[in-house]
């Protein structure tokens, strides 16, 4: 898939501005030509840009920053959209994550995050690799 590494790469912009707080990076990963829809661990689902990015804004506000890691991630079907599916580690939580990308002039664009619980099996031991932040 030779694709793969550019969406891991986006994939990992996105857990990079989460890690960081960066608002004005979180904006440039996700699709302002395509309608975007994100669904965070116990809140309602979110639909169109303004508000999935209004949704950002307020989780990066809280500080400090915090270290993400996303072991396993599996790139399925890079063509014209192509998806992440990962687990992250923010803090002690464990939760199973599915990123949804489009192709666009600029390269690959977000434009779906879902995350919820997930169990931890132990297998999920992250290499400096797996670091974002």
């Known amino acids: 898939m030779p694709d793969s590494p550019e969406l891991l790469f986006a994939n ?3 857990y990079a501005a989460f890690a960081d707080g960066d608002a004005a990076l ?6 302002s030509t395509r309608p975007v829809a994100c669904m965070h661990p116990g809140w309602e689902p979110l639909i169109g840009r303004e508000a999935v990015l209004a949704s950002w804004r307020s989780i990066l506000a809280n500080p400090p920053p915090i270290e993400v890691l996303t072991p396993r991630a ?3 079907e890079p063509g ?3 998806m992440v599916l990962c687990r992250e580690r923010v803090g ?4 199973a994550a599915t990123n949804v990308f489009v192709r666009e002039a600029d390269g690959w664009k977000l434009v779906h995050h879902q995350a919820g619980p997930t169990p931890d099996d132990g297998q999920d ?3 400096v ?3 974002v932040h």
């Open 12 to 14: 990992a912009a996105f």
């Open 26 to 31: 979180m904006a440039r990963v996700w699709s």
């Open 74 to 76: 599996l790139v399925l």
């Open 80 to 82: 014209k959209a192509g």
């Open 92 to 95: 002690d939580a464990l939760l």
């Open 125 to 127: 031991q992250p290499s």
């Open 129 to 131: 690799t797996d670091q």
